[in-house]
């Protein structure tokens, strides 16, 4: 199995900066693409950014030129540098992994979540 932890929320000013870290231990043989969600207080789960294994990119237009995505397959870690945090990025920050296994010639995929961590930002 794989286990995702995080690291790095808390709370910060309007403008600041934070850097999210998610470490993927256990069974990390055939992880793909792995991300960012978020989730705002009475608001659905939404994706901010994804990296793939060949490290391309895909952000929300809303987090777009503030956020970067980075990923250190060595270290089966992948990062969300944050920057000019705006009071509407506030949520549970989750990290996740996509996992590609074949058996029996038939391909499975999996989703691994982290446990989340919170990102607040103050006006």
């Known amino acids: 199995q794989v286990q995702l932890v995080e690291s790095g929320g808390g709370l910060v000013q309007a403008g600041g900066s934070l850097r999210l870290s998610c470490a993927a231990s256990g069974t990390v043989f055939s992880i793909g693409a792995m991300g960012w969600y978020r989730q705002a207080p009475g608001k659905q789960r939404e994706l901010v950014a994804t990296i793939t294994s060949s490290v391309t990119t895909n952000y929300a237009h809303s987090v777009k030129g503030r956020f970067t995505i980075s990923r250190d397959n060595a270290k089966n870690t992948v990062y969300l540098q944050m920057n000019s945090l705006k009071p509407e990025d506030t949520a549970v920050y989750y990290c996740?992994?996509?996992?590609?296994?074949?058996?029996?010639?038939?391909?499975?995929?999996?989703?691994?979540w982290g446990q989340g961590t919170q990102v607040t930002v103050s006006a």
């Open positions: 996740h992994a996509a996992q590609a296994r074949r058996i029996g010639g038939s391909l499975y995929e999996y989703d691994h």
